[in-house]
């Protein structure tokens, strides 16, 4: 492992970053706490794994029920939307050309407004806006308003044209305010139960949500909705007489858990149901605001006696592996722990679009040396490779093929395989591990290497 270090302005720097970006990039020293420069602009020219304000708003809406997706843009963006985590969704296109880039393209949403409501009615019509239109200035409000007084239905505007913002999560923060104007709390006479609860920022990837649902219902608790997951016109309209808002997801989820807080009076707490350990602290998190503890230790125990004999095995075959790890936002923290908890060695946590919160709440959790960094291009995972040469990596795809490419193991996050969550979701997330490590293909690359030297 290089443990090369670099001073600036007093600070240790992460050798593998490009010196321009010196300050998105820390080796953690207790002694001496600082955080990576973030929220700033990518550098041009280089292949970051950001995306745009549109896509951020997709990733964060793409779920939502009840409602009819429609892309104000060049057919292209829709495309680009349709999948998202894996899974195609249905959308609809105003698909502008030239001509409406020219003369704009309102009189022709209004069109396709009166079009899709005539024959998809539904609870809401959401317009998302992309660069086309948020340059040539097309009033997207007016044209929405004009079709739901011609129809009954309501059409909202997303307003996120791609160049808003550094990153993603400006889309994020956009579709979280539609659902907190237009969704929440709309049902006056809703009424709750004592046991109610909403998870914020989970988005139920290859079924992590389903699980989470069982695990809380053993306890007695009672999900009314998971946002996005499981977000429809519906159980939005309750969601606020809830008890209690869990945050699975900060960097999605802690602005609605704040403005939820602040107009209807409900608390939050911020969990993680990755990894036994976690698991079980989010049961008693739960379970402690909402008079449950019994029923979270009785399902606690059941749980962990059967992973017991698992979670040492586990640990002999992954203790002292080195990992990198390329997530989101607020997970760089608590996937962390995930790794630790096998007993391996996390070389770098980094984050695509991490906020303050996020590096801070990382950093909390991180050992002396570890890199945290910030908005990672395809030049700097390849230095990290070459002098950390880590034994398994953990990212998004951009980041698999460069790993693969130089004989390093790859495991996606998002997965892509199962579920993660929960106690039966870490041993997906185990297995993923180890059948990347010893997939046989990385004995025939050390064999030729051996071979070459």
Known sequence: MCNKKISLNGLTRVPFIDPQRAAHGILIDAAAPALPACDQRTVPGVMSQRSCAYYGARWFLAPMKQVIHLVHGPVSCAFYGETVRKKRYTVFSTDLTEKEVI?????????????????FPDGAILVYVTCAPGFTGDDV????????????????PVNCPGFLGHHQSTGHEIGAGVLLEHFVGRDEEAVSGPYDINILGEY??????????????????????????????????????????????????????????????IPHVKVSFFGV????????????????????????TEEESTMAADLERYRRELSGKRVGLFFGGSRIGSMQNCYRELGMEVL??????????????AWSTMRTGTALVDDTNE???????????PDVIA?????KFIANKFGVPFTVFPQESGPYAGYSGFRNFVRDILV???????????GESETLA
């Open 348 to 361: 770098v946590a980094g984050s695509q679009f991490g906020g303050k919160e996020d590096y801070r709440d």
């Open 277 to 300: 350990a976690q698991t079980s602290a989010a049961l008693r998190q739960i379970g402690a605001r909402l008079n449950l503890q019994e029923a979270a230790e009785r399902v606690i």
């Open 141 to 156: 409000d007016r044209a929405c308003r004009n079709a739901e007084h011609a129809m009954g239905i309501r059409c909202l």
């Open 436 to 446: 990347a490590l010893k997939a046989p293909v990385w004995q025939i690359v050390r």
């Open 204 to 265: 139920d990837v290859m079924g992590d949500f389903k699980v989470i649902k069982r695990l809380l219902g053993r306890m007695g608790v009672n999900v009314v909705t998971a946002i996005t997951a499981d977000a429809s016109v519906d159980n939005l309209a309750r969601a606020h007489r809830v008890q209690l808002n869990v945050m699975h997801c900060r960097r999605t989820g802690g602005l609605m858990a704040e403005e939820m807080q602040r107009r209807y009076g």
């Open 395 to 399: 990212g998004g795809m951009r980041e």
């Open 379 to 389: 030049e700097e995972v390849l230095r990290f490779i070459r002098q950390y040469r």
């Open 103 to 119: 003369f704009g393209g309102e009189a022709k949403l209004l069109q396709n407004l009166l079009e899709i409501g005539e024959r």
